[in-house]
């Protein structure tokens, strides 16, 4: 015969699911460590005129308190199971990655049509014209409002003899 559970024996999840809950804090504090080392590296400078390092050793300190604060307080019954949906978000995040070496390759109004067609087509699922049509629209868009309203400095990237 076994022995009967109590309500909080079901209702705790097992050990292994309460580990792989602390695996994001864990990130989350080294990310934090190292971009407060990184940081120190940096100029702080005084309150009244803050140097290059100030601000981000401030952000990572915070980050290290969130995440300490996340690794000993964190509930697991908060967690969303993971699903296609979830996958979803880690393609979106990847596909802003690959944006960012791709606008230093190629300039802004490339790489934010590619990355605007992806986003269209796949997340929104616009169809192809209709998605190409509005991520070039929205790339034009994207240039004119920021390097030349706001002059913003960006890469040039190769013309290819365009303009």
Same mark, same amino acid.
């Given at each position: 015969?076994?022995?009967?559970? +109590?309500?909080?024996?079901? +209702?705790?999840?097992?050990?292994?699911?309460?580990?792989?809950?602390?695996?994001?804090?864990?990130?989350?504090?080294?990310?934090?460590?190292?971009?407060?080392? #990184?940081?120190?590296? %940096?100029? /702080?400078?005084?309150?009244?005129?803050?140097?290059?390092?100030?601000?981000?050793?401030?952000?990572?300190? /915070? %980050?290290?308190?969130?995440?300490? #604060? $996340? %690794?000993?307080?964190?509930?697991?019954?908060?967690?969303?199971?993971?699903?296609?949906?979830?996958?979803?978000?880690?393609?979106?995040?990847? +596909?802003?990655?690959?944006?960012?070496?791709?606008?230093?390759?190629?300039?802004?109004?490339?790489?934010?049509?590619?990355? $605007?067609?992806?986003?269209?087509?796949?997340?929104?699922?616009?169809?192809?014209?209709?998605? $190409?049509?509005?991520?070039? +629209?929205?790339?034009?868009? %994207?240039?004119?409002?920021?390097?030349?309203?706001?002059?913003?400095?960006?890469?040039?990237?190769?013309?290819?003899?365009?303009?």
């Amino acid at each position: 015969m076994s022995v009967p559970l +109590s309500p909080d024996d079901v +209702s705790d999840p097992p050990v292994r699911r309460r580990l792989a809950y602390r695996i994001g804090p864990l990130v989350l504090l080294c990310l934090g460590i190292v971009a407060a080392v #990184l940081a120190c590296t %940096l100029a /702080l400078g005084e309150a009244r005129r803050p140097g290059p390092g100030l601000w981000p050793l401030l952000a990572s300190g /915070l %980050l290290v308190a969130v995440a300490a #604060l $996340l %690794l000993f307080r964190e509930d697991p019954a908060d967690y969303e199971r993971w699903t296609r949906g979830t996958a979803r978000v880690g393609v979106a995040v990847l +596909s802003v990655v690959a944006f960012i070496p791709l606008f230093q390759f190629t300039g802004l109004l490339p790489a934010g049509f590619l990355l $605007l067609a992806f986003w269209l087509r796949f997340f929104a699922r616009e169809r192809l014209f209709k998605a $190409l049509i509005l991520a070039a +629209s929205g790339a034009v868009v %994207l240039q004119l409002v920021f390097v030349e309203v706001l002059g913003v400095p960006v890469p040039a990237g190769p013309r290819f003899g365009l303009f």
